[in-house]
C-alpha cells in the first residue's frame, strides 16, 4: 500500500487560455496563477493548500482538448446538484448528470462539457 497518495497534479488541455480561465472563474470562483514558459501557457487553480494536489491548464502542442482520454474530476461545493444545476442553466452542456457511485456511498458525481471541449468530471460526497 503506497503511504501517500499517488496524484501530484493534472492538466486540462485548452485552446484558448483566456476563454478556459474566464470559463472555470465563472462558474466555480476559483483563481488562477498564469505561468507562461517559452513553449507553453499554464494557469493552475489556487489553494489555500499550496501542498495538495492541483489542477492545471495547458495550452501547448502536446496537449489538445478532447472527450476522450482520461477523465479529471473536481470537487468545488459540498453539494453536487445545485452547482450542476448552475451550469445547465449557464447553457453548460452537461454530459451526465448526478449519478451515484455505490449507492450514494462513495458520494457522486456529473460530467461535463467545458468551453474548450474537453469532457471534465465533478465530485461531492453529498448530493
Known amino acids: 500500500m503506497l503511504s501517500i497518495a499517488p496524484l501530484v497534479w493534472g492538466e486540462i488541455p485548452v485552446s ?3 476563454r478556459a480561465v474566464a470559463f472555470y472563474q465563472q462558474h466555480f470562483g476559483v483563481e488562477f496563477k498564469r505561468d507562461d514558459m517559452e513553449d507553453m501557457e499554464y494557469a493552475s487553480i489556487v489553494t489555500e493548500d499550496a ?3 492541483s489542477i492545471g491548464l495547458v495550452k501547448c502542442s502536446m496537449s489538445q482538448p478532447s472527450m476522450q482520454g482520461s477523465t479529471v ?3 468545488f461545493s459540498t453539494h453536487l446538484q445545485p452547482l450542476v444545476d448552475k451550469l445547465a442553466a449557464a447553457n453548460v452542456n452537461i454530459l451526465l448528470p448526478v449519478t451515484p457511485i455505490n449507492d450514494g456511498e462513495c458520494g457522486y458525481i456529473a460530467l461535463f462539457a467545458d468551453s474548450e471541449g474537453n469532457k471534465v468530471g465533478l465530485w461531492s460526497k453529498d448530493k
Open 51 to 53: 501542498s495538495a494536489a
Open 16 to 18: 484558448d487560455m483566456n
Open 73 to 75: 474530476y473536481l470537487h
